[in-house]
């Protein structure tokens, strides 16, 4: 008998109710035809390219503000604010979506989290401010950053995790990081340099007023959840979530069974977000040091879409690379590769940095990135999503992405310290991030290789049996797991019947 169905075998002679045994039907046997099981892979996971999205093109949007500008931007206050909003905005969804999507509804969770999307996605491109002030401006965006920012953090207990356990239902594994692909497409503010001119940085509706247009395109994805939303509406429930989902929760239990591998899964994140987000804003204002004011902005902009476009291959390499040998040593693999390149980009540093050599140092960049895409990039998430149980998979969930989104809030604070204890001397303030980050890929690969577990297509279904078996070791009654609809199909009552 598979373990599956008998994990879940009572003897009716006993006079019991129990789960019925198509209850327990392994996911990848569940009637389903080859597109019912990928198409909710693709609507659950797809929107977290918005993510991507809105995070990274901000190091664009700052040189352009910078460019128009000057010091009254670069110099205020608020411009910290505009950077760092929107990674509290998605701490804070990823916190609460994670409570909603395994309290409430992964569904709904996830049609509520695009709804803020499309909204607050859409408010930066008209952003104009108390009096069309740069001040009243920055104030806006930074508003409506963390709004956005809410929605983005709700795309992960909700989405990331509906597309795990639809993912489950295939019989094979799917190449799930490949919606880490829909990440790279974002050459919009070199488009609009081109068709505005670098002298003039203000769209043509809005030439006597701060670049808030400039600014919303840059950041806005509105496209994306838009698309998304009808084929969100279409979903069900994932089944092993009707399954599995609980009423109560026994916190003292899980924190016991999970606290550790949470741990490590968070720290790993930490790092990932800590490094990614760093390198990617400041990338462009990178890229013009090295060129400085004697290139046109456009230039300076299309060198750093060059560098963003390596994630592209890292991505879908990565992907097979995960599908291959599973995601947790194609994790180790990458961010190992990670290291190694950055210890070499350190010792080239001195070279690259020059004019001359830009293309050197934007192809050795790119390579960083996109190792770093092959490994933590693409299955991060999938270890996340697949190292604990179904019933608290959200809020565990939830919780890792947001110590990572913490990791990024940190990085874009120390990564300037960190080149400031170089001193005047440039090449030691460009060596001194990679030496740190090799170092952590380093810490970040060793960590995963020895104290994470390895997961397979049945890890989802094997980690909710462990799961129910540890409750039930403790005391606490599985027969209240499961949605109600759920319970009322497969649970069939075998009291003995009395003749008359």
Known sequence: MDKRIEAHSSDPEEGSRHLHPSSSIPLDQV???????????????????????VQSVIGSVNTILGQIYGKAFTNSPQRKNVNAIAFAGTVVGQLVFGVLSDYWSRKNSLLISTIILIIFSALPAGAYGAGGTLGGMLAALTAYRFLVGIGVGGEYPAGSVGAAESSAELKTRPSQPMVHLLHQFSDRPRIRLWHFGANDLR????RQSPPSCVAGSAWTCRGSPLSLLWLRIKLKEPEEYN???MTTYPYMLIIKFYWFRLLVVSIIWFIY?????????????WIYLILGDSYPLWVSLGWSTLINAFYIPGAFIGAFTSDWIGPKYALVAGVTAQGVVGFIMSGLYGYLNTPAHVAGFVVVYGIFLAVG???PGDNIGLVASK???????????GIAAAMGKIGAFVGSYVFPIIQAAAGDDKVKAGQYPFYVSSSLCFFSAAIALFLLPNIG?????????KFRAYLEENGFDTSTMGSKEFREANVVDHEPKLDH
């Open 243 to 245: 399954r599995q989902r």
């Open 31 to 53: 009637p389903k035809s080859r597109w019912e099981r990928s198409w909710p892979t693709i609507a659950c996971g797809a929107g977290l390219f918005s993510d991507g999205y």
């Open 273 to 285: 977000d800590f490094l990614t987000y760093s390198f990617g804003i400041y990338s462009s204002s």
């Open 203 to 206: 769209p043509d509706l809005h």
């Open 457 to 465: 297509q049945d890890t989802i279904e094997e980690e909710d049996i």
């Open 373 to 375: 895409e092959i490994g």
């Open 387 to 397: 190292t604990c149980a179904t019933a608290i998979r959200g809020q565990y969930y």
